[in-house]
């Protein structure tokens, strides 16, 4: 079956082993997947609205090819209805692109490809799912 007939949902990505960004709640954490650390560490960053939204339209659609500028000026500025800027878009990115690299994530992560647009340079990068069906079955059960 396809996802289209299975009412399937968002939830986030899973960046490599150990990140996993979290879309509803807007946040990227790191989990330690090493069985090996002796202490427990855990990372998470928060994003703001355009960041987050950023984030999300790269991590959709620039894992497999690049995005122009002017294609993430229109999907992620004016459709959320800010006032587009060349010089924010890449305040924003280059804020993004600290707080990816605070959790471990290279710094070229999103990578600018010098005139033509952005990609994510990252080949371990899955979106995750989750079924609506499965979620109104769960959150519709009573307590005993």
């Known amino acids: 079956?396809?996802?289209?007939?299975?009412?399937?949902?968002?939830?986030?990505f899973m960046i490599g082993k150990e990140?996993?960004?979290?879309?509803d709640?807007?946040?990227l954490y790191r989990l330690p997947s090493s069985s090996t650390e002796r202490n427990f560490i855990f990372g998470s960053i928060f994003f703001n609205e355009t960041m987050l939204q950023l984030f999300i339209y790269l991590l959709l659609h620039a894992r497999?090819?690049?995005?122009?500028?002017?294609?993430?000026?229109?999907?992620?500025?004016?459709e959320?209805?800010?006032?587009?800027?060349?010089q924010r878009l890449w305040q924003?990115?280059?804020?993004?692109?600290?707080?990816?690299?605070?959790?471990?994530l290279p710094g070229d992560f999103i990578q600018n490809m010098k005139g033509s647009g952005?990609?994510?340079?990252?080949i371990d990068v899955i979106p995750i799912y989750y079924k609506l069906s499965d979620l109104t079955l769960t959150s519709g059960k009573e307590k005993d």
Do not use: A, C
Request: no cysteine.
């Open 92 to 104: 924003v990115l280059n804020n993004l692109n600290k707080k990816l690299h605070l959790l471990g």
């Open 1 to 12: 079956m396809s996802m289209k007939n299975m009412d399937y949902q968002l939830h986030g």
């Open 80 to 86: 959320n209805n800010l006032i587009p800027s060349t």
């Open 118 to 122: 952005y990609i994510i340079n990252h």
């Open 25 to 27: 709640n807007g946040r």
């Open 64 to 78: 497999h090819k690049k995005v122009t500028k002017d294609e993430l000026l229109k999907n992620v500025w004016e």
């Open 19 to 23: 990140i996993h960004f979290d879309i």
